[in-house]
């Protein structure tokens, strides 16, 4: 049984990947499955927190005394995170966000022109919710976490993403086609503002996210 060192807290979550419609029918979206995010839900729970999970995309289950928000785009997961994080003691972008999403959404599917090659998708830039939370923190000593995707150069992309987020705690794990998506384990390394950096080896996703309430439980006080 988990220790309830958490009681009293209410903690943000997202999870999931956005979906960034261009017509009714497709979206440019990412290979996230919510596991991640519902292991840090999940385990925030049975360390006494309140928790708002704000969940994009996942089909996975509600965690058991989580409150879920679901949400599709972009937009829609920033608007859930900002309302719930404005009484939040801490929040933690486990979701894989769409940096950009298409220019314009077309009303009716878009059909193929006989012959003719297909026009480029225009894209424009999405909020970047985790450097908005950072920079103006919805309550005064919140902690914010983020986490990086990374395919190659991981720790030296994560410590640059970490400057440029300006979160207090990067947790950097590596993706790929088939590596972390959608799998039951992760492998990880925590970098803290203060230039911690907390090694979690391959495991469980509920272990890393177990670590992480650690480093966040000791900012908190
Ligand atoms: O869901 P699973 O299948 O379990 O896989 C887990 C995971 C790989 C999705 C997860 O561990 C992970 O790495 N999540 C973050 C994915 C991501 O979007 O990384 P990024 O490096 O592109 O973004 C960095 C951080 O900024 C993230 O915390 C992200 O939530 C946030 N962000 C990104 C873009 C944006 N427009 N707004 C944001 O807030």
New binding site residues.
Partial sequence: VAEPDLAGRHVVV????TREPLDPVRFLGN???????YALARTAAARGARVTLVAANTGLPDPAGVDVVPVGT?VQLREAVLKAAADADAVV???????FRPAVYAAGKIKKQDGQDPEPVALIR??????EISADRPRAGQVVV?????TDDVLANGRT?LRR?GCDLL?V?E?GERK???SEE?EAVVLGADGSETPVPHGP?EALADVVWDLVAARLG
């Fill in positions: 997202s999870a999931g990947g290979r996230s499955s919510g596991k991640q995010g972009a972008m486990a979701a894989a966000v769409a940096d999405n909020p970047d919710i985790l450097a983020g986490f990086a995707a990374e993403k987020k947790v794990n993706v972390t998506f959608g992760n996703k």
